[in-house]
């Protein structure tokens, strides 16, 4: 059977499925995925809300009985796809997709990690160990998958799960004593076991990242195993997270869980003798902890070399920060900093680094010695990537209230793209509702930051499949023309008030999307006292737990910012407004953003129509694509950037968005409302 069959309006999901609504747009995107799986080539389908592409991706995917890989954004996205969307082409399909959910190492507890930090002394000396410690022992006890996700009752960022998790850097493999019993070697087998891996982009490119990496033959840890077809869905992200993982890092708590977990091995090793213990007390009090050793010995001797060079090299490093900095705490860092005192540090961190790995090396009996020797070595190869940067690379520095991270970034990914994805798998699909820009299907810009522009080295096959919405009944955009231009100081309290009356016309259930934190903390402050509607606001709980209050109320106001942009869905009345204050423009201060305008700039195109223009029209068109979740959705989109309307690339950004009816008068806002 093709997947047109299986979802069409004869076929088993419309006869098992009550009020099952087949779709031609997801027919079409069903025919094309099948083309591209089986004659091996690149698709880029951009399929508008409401089309229903999970079903039309995963249909052909497994009907082609081929190793599958289907990569999307987020964790969450995964875990939809495997719970949600796979039984139920299980049940009423009765295909069996032998599919398997893959996260990050990260998001699984290393037993050996958390066997050490259990018998070290800080479990009996931290207080803050003290009260994660029994509820993690309760669930290590019971846990089938060892998968953080069901550890529901520890705080998001608890600092002890990056002591017990596993990672590239930590894990051991076969020699690990744990290794029969380890949750990330049944995670593996099951991968090997299967035929589609539900995985995530981090996962994906932090394994393309390590392969590249790879020196040598033989399998590298972390690999995702061979696959033959990649399906990226949130493929608009593409681009940022592979600058990322094609990167390379080095951070103040890289160093010091480094540092923690070669203290805890020399301990059991019985190389270095527990001190007073106070190292951890004193740490946590601090709030930073002191990288700083708290045990005695030789090997101690060596770990505070380590320390001491690191803190001296991100101490001189930090004023750079507070000199030139953008409102994210980053600034790109010129090549010629390399020099003086700061250059001295490096080789300072180098050489202890250097010694730490050959004491290790020297001393390793058990494989946990080992992997000390190989961490120091990783460590050391990193800063050494990032003092002498590769070509195509920009260097940065951030530093925030609790942390320091250095790194290098590539500028342009997509010839790394193209070679490591495109011209490496047979079959590529990516697709996402916001993959073009302009309202002519025109994926020129996706093209040309993946590497795929030249349509003689990559085939490429393009497909739109429209919104089944009515969008133009269901909703209304909002562009005001009588507000402050969005960079003029009296806008931000203009904008207040009209939010405040467009919230009071749609009596609540409305995302206040804003493209700075500082607007959204202003806002949500003006707002309180102002509407009788719970006023919710980004930062106060989880994302997870302000959506889930955000739709019990069914009144509710939620004032964000980007990461409430896309990724969220609440369909229904809940969610009948959106407003974003202003067109939502890449950090111009960004050192990456700095880099690839320059690039464009030198290759002869103007940064801000070839570059900032389209990133910003994806990302309206996230936003807007807030709104309408379902086919009986009604609701208002107000954008309350005028230069949507004055400067020439306003009518691109317009363009590139749903066709709702559009106003530029609050009255017909508020007899939108009041007809509904
Ligand atoms: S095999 Fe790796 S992840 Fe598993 S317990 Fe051992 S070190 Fe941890």
Not at 181 to 208: G, I, P, S
Not at 340 to 367: M, P, Q
């Amino acid at each position: 059977m093709t997947a047109r069959q299986l979802l069409g309006p004869d076929g088993p999901l419309a006869r098992g499925i009550e009020g099952y609504e087949d779709r031609t747009g997801q027919l079409e995107m069903a025919d094309a995925v099948e083309r591209a799986i089986a004659d091996e080539y690149a698709l880029l389908c951009e399929a508008g809300t409401g089309t229903g592409k999970t079903l039309a991706y995963l249909v052909p995917a497994i009907l082609s009985g081929r190793k599958v890989v289907v990569s999307t954004a987020t964790k969450a996205l995964e875990e939809q796809i495997f719970h949600k969307d796979l039984p139920l082409i299980t049940q009423h399909l009765g295909l069996d997709p032998q599919a398997a959910l893959v996260k990050g190492l990260g998001n699984y507890l290393c037993l050996r990690r958390y066997n050490e930090l259990r018998t070290s002394s800080a479990a009996l000396t931290d207080p803050a160990l003290g009260r994660s410690l029994p509820m993690i022992e309760a669930w290590a006890e019971r846990t089938e998958t060892g998968d953080v996700s069901e550890l529901s009752a520890m705080a998001e960022g608890d600092p002890i799960w990056r002591e017990i998790c596993s990672s590239s850097e930590t894990r051991i493999g076969a020699a690990c004593e744990y290794f029969e019993r380890c949750f990330v070697t049944r995670m593996k087998r099951d991968m090997e076991r299967a035929r589609l891996l539900v995985v995530n982009h981090h996962l994906f490119f932090a394994d393309l990242a390590l392969r590249a990496a790879s020196k040598g033959p033989g399998p590298r840890v972390g690999a995702l195993p061979p696959y033959d077809v990649v399906v990226f869905d949130e493929a608009h992200q593409l681009e940022d997270i592979a600058t990322s993982f094609f990167g390379t890092r080095i951070s103040r708590a890289r160093v010091e869980v480094m540092l923690r977990d070669a203290e805890r091995t020399f301990v059991a090793a019985g190389l270095v003798s527990q001190s007073s213990g106070k190292g951890g007390k004193r740490a946590r009090s601090e709030g930073t902890r002191s990288l700083l050793p708290s045990v005695t010995g030789e090997a101690a001797v060596l770990l505070g070399l380590v320390a001491e060079a690191a803190e001296g090299m991100f101490a001189r490093l930090a004023p750079l920060a507070a000199a030139g900095a953008n409102a994210e705490g980053k600034v790109a860092l010129a090549p010629g900093v390399w020099a003086g005192e700061l250059l001295d540090a490096y080789h300072g961190l180098d050489t202890a680094l250097d010694a730490l790995r050959s004491y290790a090396d020297a001393k390793a009996v058990t494989e946990p010695l080992r992997l000390v020797a190989t961490r120091a070595e990783l460590l050391r190869e990193d800063a050494a990537k990032i003092v002498d940067p590769a070509a195509n690379q920009i260097t940065w520095l951030e530093v925030r209230a609790r942390s320091i991270v250095l790194g290098v970034s590539p500028i342009d990914v997509g010839r790394l793209f193209r070679e490591q994805v495109f011209e490496r798998v047979g079959a590529v699909v990516l697709t996402s509702a916001t993959l073009t820009t302009g309202g002519a299907a025109d994926f020129r810009f996706l093209r040309s930051r993946l590497g795929i522009q030249d349509r003689d080295a990559v085939r490429v096959d393009e497909l739109t499949v429209a919104s089944p919405f009515d969008h133009a009944a269901a909703s209304l955009l909002y562009t005001p023309s009588d507000l402050p231009d969005a960079r003029d100081a009296a806008f931000g309290a203009a904008a207040a008030d009209r939010i405040a009356e467009l919230i009071a016309a749609a009596g609540g259930g409305a995302f206040v999307l804003c493209t700075s934190l500082r607007a959204m903390h202003a806002f949500a402050h003006a707002l309180r006292g102002r509407t009788p509607e719970p006023v919710l606001v980004q930062g106060a709980a989880p994302k997870g737990a302000l959506l889930a209050r955000f739709r019990a109320s069914g009144d509710a106001v939620l004032v964000a910012t980007m990461s409430f942009w896309e990724g969220v869905d609440v369909p229904g009345d809940a969610l009948r407004l959106v407003v974003i204050d202003k067109i939502p423009f890449a950090v111009p201060t960004d050192p990456i953003v700095v880099a690839r305008s320059a690039a464009l700039e030198a290759a002869g195109k103007n940064p801000f129509v070839a570059y900032a223009v389209p990133q910003a029209a994806i990302a309206l068109k996230q936003g807007f694509g807030r709104l309408l979740r379902s086919r009986s959705d009604r609701g208002v989109v107000a954008i309350l950037d005028r230069r949507v309307l004055t400067r020439g690339y306003g009518a691109l950004l317009l363009g590139s968005l749903a066709p709702a009816r559009r106003t530029d008068r609050l009255d017909e806002v508020r007899r939108f409302f009041s007809a509904r």
